[in-house]
């Protein structure tokens, strides 16, 4: 994204020593309303498809998705490293919606159900999305696939146009390779599972060159703390603006309504971690980003005896976008790999306004206080107060993090230094 316009720069100071930089920003480009609408129809139109050099696939036209928001459950028998790989890609795909339609966290899914993909997935209920690490090649009509996808879609034809088309999304369900995967670098996985985790929310085809910024078109697009822009939006519209149904005929620039591809942004920026909150077409999605660390966090060389501590900043928007402001400080017991998450000094101030050191109003009660669990170089929460945080840890022996909180009331993100 472009920036245009910084409205303001904050630095905070703690002491003498610079914590933060924050800044709005307003007239940020995103994808345009056409680009969009071609990007969905893409999906839509039944194909063909090209998949890796050799293969090629089609399907019944229409874009379709789940009436509500579904419930993802991962298999029983997954590593740490495996879990925490799927809940980060869980959040990531999260972040991209509302809060409200948000994806939901299942209990554990009984191993192998994704076998009978041919029939339907007869094992898996309504509205529900199974992940798997499987031993050895996911089951497809791929053979040597490293990930795959299958949905369960009823499809009914349609006598006047001649044809079948989608009309419902039932289940879905995802395997990715234990093996490949347990050889690739953390992110490479992320980005994979995000790919085949859109195609069973029921984005099915790989939209082509023209969309070489989307992970749907390159399932080793690197990601970092969200979604690209152009996936961003087409979730967004599929989710929020489209019926459950839709034929590639109703999909174009105006059927996607009023539309805005400028964004205004509150970033926040700690050493070499941004992070922050993107405001556009009336939903806030928090991002983070940085440089990976080279190691997992218990193989980091800090003493596993010890509590390490992350201190930093939050910023976030309110749905009434007033923007509130605190402090971030991230705990984890190195022997345990478990840990806490506490925002504090929650203030809140008037719309897309400064948010200062001193002034504002209370947000809440002031505070946030989450329970996270840590694999590999991911963090989840796993209880506390209501919503979801997730984060990933940055930098040279992990000395910072980066992460968001969704909730109904706020959506925001924070970074921190050790």
Same mark, same amino acid.
């Given at each position: 994204?472009?920036?245009?316009?910084?409205?303001?720069?904050?630095?905070?100071?703690?002491?003498?020593?610079?914590?933060?930089?924050?800044?709005?920003?307003?007239?940020?480009?995103?994808?345009?309303?056409?680009?969009?609408?071609?990007?969905?129809?893409?999906?839509?139109?039944?194909?063909?498809?090209?998949?890796?050099?050799?293969?090629?696939?089609?399907?019944?036209?229409?874009?379709?998705?789940?009436?509500?928001?579904?419930?993802?459950?991962?298999?029983?028998?997954?590593?740490? &490293?495996? &879990?925490? !790989?799927?809940?980060?890609?869980?959040?990531?795909?999260?972040?991209?919606?509302?809060?409200?339609?948000?994806?939901?966290?299942?209990?554990?899914?009984?191993?192998?159900?994704?076998?009978?993909?041919?029939?339907?997935?007869?094992?898996?209920?309504?509205?529900?999305?199974?992940?798997?690490?499987?031993?050895?090649?996911? @089951?497809?009509?791929?053979?040597?696939?490293?990930?795959?996808?299958?949905?369960?879609?009823?499809?009914?034809?349609?006598?006047?146009?001649?044809?079948?088309?989608?009309?419902?999304?039932?289940?879905?369900?995802?395997?990715?390779?234990?093996?490949?995967?347990?050889?690739?670098?953390?992110?490479?996985?992320?980005?994979?599972?995000?790919?085949?985790?859109?195609?069973?929310?029921?984005?099915?085809?790989?939209?082509?060159?023209?969309?070489?910024?989307?992970?749907?078109?390159?399932?080793?697009?690197?990601?970092?703390?969200?979604?690209?822009?152009?996936?961003?939006?087409?979730?967004?519209?599929?989710?929020?603006?489209?019926?459950?149904?839709?034929?590639?005929?109703?999909?174009?620039?105006?059927?996607?309504?009023?539309?805005?591809?400028?964004?205004?942004? !509150?970033?926040?920026?700690?050493?070499?971690?941004?992070?922050?909150? &993107?405001?556009? @077409? @009336?939903?806030?999605?928090?991002?983070?980003?940085?440089?990976?660390?080279?190691?997992?966090?218990?193989?980091?060389?800090?003493?596993?005896?010890?509590?390490?501590?992350?201190?930093?900043?939050?910023?976030?928007?309110?749905?009434?976008?007033?923007?509130?402001?605190?402090?971030?400080?991230?705990?984890?017991?190195?022997?345990?790999?478990?840990?806490?998450?506490?925002?504090?000094?929650?203030?809140?101030?008037?719309?897309?306004?400064?948010?200062?050191?001193?002034?504002?109003?209370?947000?809440?009660?002031?505070?946030?206080?989450?329970?996270?669990?840590?694999?590999?170089?991911?963090?989840?929460?796993?209880?506390?107060?209501?919503?979801?945080?997730?984060?990933?840890?940055?930098?040279?022996?992990?000395?910072?993090?980066?992460?968001?909180?969704?909730?109904?009331?706020?959506?925001?993100?924070?970074?921190?230094?050790?």
């Amino acid at each position: 994204m472009k920036r245009l316009i910084a409205t303001f720069v904050l630095i905070v100071l703690v002491g003498c020593v610079q914590v933060a930089v924050a800044a709005i920003s307003k007239g940020l480009e995103l994808p345009s309303k056409e680009r969009v609408a071609e990007y969905l129809w893409t999906h839509a139109s039944g194909g063909p498809w090209q998949s890796g050099p050799n293969y090629s696939f089609t399907h019944p036209p229409g874009l379709v998705r789940f009436a509500v928001p579904p419930s993802v459950r991962l298999a029983a028998g997954m590593s740490k &490293r495996e &879990r925490a !790989i799927a809940m980060h890609a869980i959040a990531l795909v999260n972040r991209a919606l509302p809060y409200e339609h948000h994806v939901l966290l299942g209990p554990d899914a009984p191993a192998g159900v994704a076998w009978d993909w041919k029939g339907g997935l007869p094992d898996i209920p309504d509205g529900q999305i199974f992940i798997e690490f499987v031993k050895g090649n996911p @089951n497809s009509d791929r053979p040597g696939s490293s990930a795959v996808s299958h949905q369960a879609i009823i499809r009914k034809y349609d006598a006047l146009q001649g044809r079948w088309e989608k009309k419902h999304l039932r289940a879905s369900a995802v395997e990715m390779s234990s093996v490949v995967f347990r050889g690739r670098p953390d992110w490479q996985a992320v980005s994979v599972l995000v790919h085949e985790l859109l195609h069973g929310l029921g984005f099915a085809g790989h939209p082509g060159k023209d969309f070489a910024d989307s992970i749907m078109e390159n399932a080793w697009f690197r990601l970092d703390g969200s979604l690209p822009d152009i996936d961003i939006d087409a979730l967004q519209v599929l989710y929020t603006k489209l019926s459950e149904d839709t034929e590639p005929e109703e999909l174009s620039a105006l059927d996607l309504g009023a539309w805005n591809d400028e964004s205004t942004d !509150i970033t926040g920026v700690l050493g070499p971690v941004s992070f922050g909150v &993107r405001h556009a @077409n @009336n939903v806030s999605v928090p991002f983070t980003s940085g440089p990976e660390p080279s190691k997992p966090l218990a193989e980091s060389g800090l003493s596993k005896t010890r509590v390490v501590t992350w201190r930093g900043e939050l910023l976030g928007l309110t749905p009434k976008l007033r923007t509130v402001a605190g402090t971030a400080t991230v705990s984890v017991a190195l022997f345990t790999m478990c840990g806490t998450a506490k925002f504090a000094n929650l203030r809140s101030f008037p719309v897309l306004s400064e948010p200062t050191r001193r002034g504002g109003v209370r947000w809440g009660d002031g505070t946030l206080d989450y329970d996270i669990r840590v694999g590999s170089n991911y963090l989840y929460s796993t209880g506390g107060d209501a919503g979801a945080v997730s984060g990933s840890f940055y930098g040279r022996n992990h000395g910072y993090v980066g992460g968001t909180v969704e909730r109904l009331d706020l959506t925001a993100a924070f970074g921190a230094r050790r």
